[in-house]
């Protein structure tokens, strides 16, 4: 007993000597007001998980738009409402362009790719993705061609249900991540084919545990979690065995590269690998190649498609909202050739919706996080290197000096008096600044290209009763998701 008591004070006195030496470091500190910490768990008990997002964005009306909380020891710094995070991104945005640490998500990729990397991995990835998505076709179809090929596949499955109820979340996942693959891999997959159904399931699925709770649980004790079973066993087996699809197709475009003739984004890495091949500081190696590549399946697959079930869920909850968008549509495009960009200034109506549909759908609420590079201030506050920091996109998507009723959807928030597409600074679904989304051109494209072809072509209805439609998110997730539905749709 007299051993025990003497541990138990050996480990008292170890914490409490920790706490000071954290203390008097963050005394000389100004840092941004929040909750007091606890020791060792900091805020954890005060933020509940599950309503993470609210409870981040009531930070900001109790301690103003820059506020810190501590998740244990790790300082996160909140950010709520438009102008901070502009001046945060923008105007001070190379020493918040780090991408925020995420002790799970790094177990995931380690550092590399394009999304969740820092330093010269991140600024090389970004540089040549951007550049090679920018001019990708050379010669050949430009991605729009590709875009506007898979809406006309996705309006003939919507064709097959022939009226039946069905659920849109399989067919539109499908469409969109086709897209994807046709840039990186150079073709598209048939709808029915079973490996390109496993690899979607894969990503899917750790897509749900990434944007869970439990990534930020992990991140309290890693080392001891990660010896126990949980989502985390399941995400690394499943991005092991999305790395073995990857590397099979990896191996096959090796054996055909034409340096003269690239054919995809996988054929223009595989040549800038080559190209660096003497060079011993290159970030162009297999690793990042892979996690690359599922950055980009990732960022382009999940948000746009929900994006779009959650704006045909709005549809059905606003018939004349879609009655306008069919008869704009008839008078700018008709019946006969499939929508282009180059028609999206002519339907300023359905431009204005599609913009509301992504402000009210909000599928990123806490966008992605960032951290500081080096110490900072912010607004007189003390900001140290390192620090998490979460900008809360929510709070600017639905802030009322911006939009005149946050809460309701309505496309004249995105409308002048005399019914022109009227842009906002407030429009961020994308984020801003240097690590704003890599694919948000891309998105954008599909987001209007899939949308227009099925209204161009159906009228989608629901057996529900308009008033009945529930178009909240599924409750307690970072990543906002319309609930699970059914739709039925009649030839136009």
Request: proline share 6%; with cysteine; aromatic share 12%.
């Given at each position: 007993?007299?051993?025990?008591?003497?541990?138990?004070?050996?480990?008292?006195?170890?914490?409490?000597?920790?706490?000071?030496?954290?203390?008097?470091?963050?005394?000389?500190?100004?840092?941004?007001?929040?909750?007091?910490?606890?020791?060792?768990?900091?805020?954890?008990?005060?933020?509940?998980?599950?309503?993470?997002?609210?409870?981040?964005?009531?930070?900001?009306?109790?301690?103003?738009?820059?506020?810190?909380?501590?998740?244990?020891?790790?300082?996160?710094?909140?950010?709520?409402?438009?102008?901070?995070?502009?001046?945060?991104?923008?105007?001070?945005?190379?020493?918040?362009?780090?991408?925020?640490?995420?002790?799970?998500?790094?177990?995931?990729?380690?550092?590399?790719?394009?999304?969740?990397?820092?330093?010269?991995?991140?600024?090389?990835?970004?540089?040549?993705?951007?550049?090679?998505?920018?001019?990708?076709?050379?010669?050949?179809?430009?991605?729009?061609?590709?875009?506007?090929?898979?809406?006309?596949?996705?309006?003939?499955?919507?064709?097959?249900?022939?009226?039946?109820?069905?659920?849109?979340?399989?067919?539109?996942?499908?469409?969109?991540?086709?897209?994807?693959?046709?840039?990186?891999?150079?073709?598209?997959?048939?709808?029915?084919?079973?490996?390109?159904?496993?690899?979607?399931?894969?990503?899917?699925?750790?897509?749900?545990?990434?944007?869970?709770?439990?990534?930020?649980?992990?991140?309290?004790?890693?080392?001891?979690?990660?010896?126990?079973?949980?989502?985390?066993?399941?995400?690394?087996?499943?991005?092991?065995?999305?790395?073995?699809?990857?590397?099979?197709?990896?191996?096959?475009?090796?054996?055909?590269?034409?340096?003269?003739?690239?054919?995809?984004?996988?054929?223009?890495?595989?040549?800038?690998?080559?190209?660096?091949?003497?060079?011993?500081?290159?970030?162009?190696?297999?690793?990042?190649?892979?996690?690359?590549?599922?950055?980009?399946?990732?960022?382009?697959?999940?948000?746009?498609?929900?994006?779009?079930?959650?704006?045909?869920?709005?549809?059905?909850?606003?018939?004349?909202?879609?009655?306008?968008?069919?008869?704009?549509?008839?008078?700018?495009v008709g019946l006969n050739r499939c929508p282009s960009m180059e028609d999206r200034p002519k339907l300023p109506y359905t431009?204005?919706?599609?913009?509301?549909?992504?402000?009210?759908?909000?599928?990123?609420?806490?966008?992605?996080?960032?951290?500081?590079?080096?110490?900072?201030?912010?607004?007189?506050?003390?900001?140290?290197?390192?620090?998490?920091?979460?900008?809360?996109?929510?709070?600017?998507?639905?802030?009322?000096?911006?939009?005149?009723?946050?809460?309701?959807f309505n496309p004249c928030h995105f409308l002048d008096e005399k019914g022109s597409l009227k842009k906002s600074d407030a429009?961020?679904?994308?984020?801003?600044?240097?690590?704003?989304?890599l694919g948000e051109g891309l998105a954008r494209m599909e987001i209007f290209l899939f949308l227009t072809s099925i209204l161009?072509?159906?009228?989608?209805?629901?057996?529900?009763?308009?008033?009945?439609?529930?178009?909240?998110?599924?409750?307690?997730?970072?990543?906002?998701?319309?609930?699970?539905?059914?739709?039925?749709?009649?030839?136009?």
């Open positions: 007993m007299a051993l025990l008591g003497i541990e138990t004070l050996l480990l008292v006195c170890g914490v409490t000597f920790l706490l000071y030496l954290i203390t008097r470091r963050q005394r000389h500190l100004k840092l941004p007001p929040g909750p007091t910490p606890l020791p060792l768990i900091g805020n954890i008990l005060q933020l509940v998980f599950p309503n993470q997002v609210k409870a981040f964005v009531k930070l900001g009306s109790q301690y103003g738009p820059v506020s810190m909380v501590f998740l244990g020891q790790n300082p996160v710094l909140v950010l709520n409402g438009y102008d901070v995070v502009k001046e945060a991104f923008v105007e001070n945005g190379e020493v918040f362009s780090n991408r925020g640490k995420n002790t799970f998500i790094e177990m995931l990729f380690k550092g590399r790719g394009v999304a969740f990397s820092n330093g010269e991995t991140w600024r090389q990835m970004r540089r040549f993705s951007l550049s090679t998505l920018r001019d990708f076709g050379m010669g050949k179809r430009s991605i729009e061609e590709r875009v506007q090929e898979e809406a006309c596949s996705l309006v003939e499955e919507f064709n097959k249900t022939k009226g039946a109820p069905f659920d849109s979340t399989y067919l539109l996942t499908l469409a969109v991540s086709n897209v994807i693959c046709s840039i990186v891999f150079g073709n598209r997959f048939e709808y029915k084919n079973e490996t390109f159904l496993s690899v979607l399931a894969l990503l899917k699925d750790t897509f749900r545990i990434v944007t869970s709770p439990w990534t930020q649980f992990f991140g309290f004790a890693p080392g001891f979690l990660q010896h126990f079973p949980g989502p985390h066993k399941m995400a690394a087996k499943n991005i092991g065995r999305l790395k073995k699809f990857v590397t099979e197709i990896v191996t096959t475009h090796e054996e055909t590269l034409d340096e003269n003739s690239p054919r995809d984004y996988i054929d223009c890495f595989l040549i800038k690998m080559r190209q660096e091949k003497g060079n011993v500081n290159t970030e162009f190696d297999y690793e990042n190649l892979f996690v690359t590549l599922l950055n980009l399946f990732f960022a382009g697959t999940e948000t746009t498609s929900i994006t779009l079930r959650y704006g045909m869920l709005l549809l059905l909850k606003y018939p004349d909202i879609q009655k306008k968008i069919h008869d704009e549509i008839d008078c700018v431009d204005a919706t599609i913009h509301e549909i992504q402000r009210f759908a909000d599928i990123v609420p806490m966008g992605v996080p960032r951290s500081t590079n080096k110490d900072t201030t912010l607004r007189g506050y003390d900001i140290p290197k390192g620090t998490t920091v979460f900008p809360m996109l929510t709070s600017i998507m639905k802030d009322p000096r911006y939009f005149k009723d946050p809460e309701s429009f961020l679904p994308f984020s801003i600044g240097k690590r704003v989304c161009q072509r159906f009228e989608l209805k629901c057996h529900m009763d308009p008033e009945d439609i529930d178009i909240s998110p599924v409750p307690f997730k970072a990543a906002s998701t319309p609930r699970p539905y059914e739709l039925y749709i009649t030839p136009r």
